[in-house]
């Protein structure tokens, strides 16, 4: 099973840009979609981005997208998320997790323990 911790996550003003990054442990990581989810306070957890173990393909929220760009690089076992042109409505606890089907993880996939971003207005 693959082990995830990300970081990157922070305060920032709306109209600003994070980079998240997730590292990952484990045999099976350069072979699996990796995704991002994240929940916002008082909503479930929400699909943000997934990329296929190639990196060949990637997939966004429509809320996301032309906003936020996943990559990975296996040699490093990292997993990214930058986003731009942040807006309020992006703040919420960020979760890299793997591996991802159909923006699903799979029910013996992994979960980091979430990094937090706020955007202020």
């Known amino acids: 099973q693959v082990q995830l911790v990300e970081s990157g996550g922070g305060l920032v003003q709306a109209g600003g840009s994070l980079r998240l990054s997730c590292v990952a442990s484990?045999?099976?990581?350069?072979?699996?979609?990796m995704g991002w989810f994240r929940q916002a306070p008082g909503k479930d957890r929400e699909f943000v981005a997934d990329?296929?173990?190639?990196?060949?393909?990637?997939s966004y929220a429509d809320s996301v997208k032309g906003r936020f760009t996943i990559s990975r690089d296996n040699a490093k076992n990292m997993v990214y998320l930058q986003m731009n042109k942040l807006k309020p409505e992006d703040t919420g606890v960020y979760y890299c997790?793997?591996?991802?089907?159909?923006?699903?993880?799979?029910?013996?996939?992994?979960w980091g323990q979430g990094t937090q971003v706020t955007v202020s207005s």
């Open positions: 997790a793997g591996p991802v089907g159909g923006r699903v993880v799979i029910a013996s996939g992994s």
């Open positions: 484990g045999q099976s990581f350069s072979t699996s979609a």
């Open positions: 990329i296929t173990w190639s990196g060949g393909s990637t």
